[in-house]
């Protein structure tokens, strides 16, 4: 069975307001789509201001809920994390809704060395999805950024705007590839147009892996600042931590995080590239444009 969306099919993203779906939709419009925007009464839409989707209500706790906004769609885009547990749900709800062409975001966590709980569920999530029957495709993602909207980048140029020297937990020669939103959302609309991507996984990360002493030097140089690096041991600070999170405190930065940035997160995206055309932009350019965003070059 073809299961290729062509234009004016419609679409239910879920986790359409969030950072990486304000992306996704625009592109979704731009191809053709109809695009429908599953969200809770709570949720903020203002991000999507003036773009013609239609909006239903929908909780991915609420499998009726699911199946109702899933009504006369062709396809469902799930951005919203799988690290919750919902996956069964969502997969419910798309078998009794009859859309079997789906789409899943996921991560590249779960490789890390880390037992994270996230991890745990994010393995049963796409075990639920490969078992399903859909004709899914799941996309995995490395660290995120792109705009002041993003939960990683925009804290660091933050910090190195403000301040000329930054504490490294560790050698800082560990690898990075962070992805660039624009290049995911491009992701989504190009796996939607191929059936070679039906029922597999692709890693999306950034153009190249840099070590983060590197992603640190590119940001200095676009903002033009000599940032020094003060490298600080890990053990101790990994117990450090440790400690002050046992006592129910909340620092600025856990250990995990810290831990995370001590493993290499390089990935081939070579698959990807084959099936759909997948071409990542490197750090270089794209940390460039959430700079130009955040008034901080021009």
């Avoid at 004016?8 to 304000?22: N, R, W």
């Avoid at 890390?112 to 996309?139: D, Q």
Wanted: proline letters at 4%; hydrophobic letters at 40%.
């Amino acid at each position: 069975m073809n299961t290729t969306l062509n234009k004016k099919k419609e679409v239910l993203v879920i986790g359409a307001c969030g950072f990486t779906g304000s992306y996704v939709v625009p592109e979704l419009l731009k191809k053709g789509y109809r695009v429908r925007c599953m969200v809770r009464d709570t949720t903020d839409r203002s991000v999507l201001k003036g773009y013609n989707v239609s909006w239903v209500k929908g909780d991915l706790e609420d499998i009726p809920s699911m199946v109702n906004a899933l009504q006369g769609v062709d396809a469902l885009i799930n951005i919203a994390s799988l690290g919750f547990g919902h996956a069964p749900f969502i997969v419910k709800a798309a078998q009794i809704a009859g859309v079997h062409r789906t789409i899943f975001f996921s991560t590249t966590a779960i490789f890390t060395t880390l037992n994270a709980p996230s991890k745990i569920k994010r393995l049963a999530a796409e075990e639920t999805i490969c078992k399903s029957g859909l004709a899914y495709t799941i996309l995995r993602p490395t660290m995120i950024y792109g705009s002041s909207r993003d939960r990683n980048m925009c804290r660091l140029i933050r910090f190195l705007k403000k301040w000329s020297a930054i504490p490294v937990v560790g050698s800082g020669h560990c690898l990075q590839q962070p992805v660039y939103v624009k290049d995911l959302a491009l992701a989504v609309k190009n796996t939607l147009v191929s059936d070679k991507t039906i029922k597999k996984c692709y890693n999306v990360s950034g153009g190249i892996a840099l070590e983060f002493n590197e992603i640190i030097d590119c940001i200095g140089a676009l903002i033009k600042k000599n940032i020094k690096k003060i490298h600080l041991p890990l053990a101790p600070i990994i117990a450090g931590l440790n400690l002050i999170e046992q006592c129910g405190l909340h620092p600025p930065i856990k250990s995990e995080q810290i831990l995370r940035l001590n493993e290499d997160k390089a990935f081939d995206y070579e698959a990807a590239r084959q099936d759909f055309g997948y071409s990542p932009r490197e750090f270089k350019e794209g940390i460039g444009f959430e700079l130009q965003e955040m008034g901080l070059i021009c």
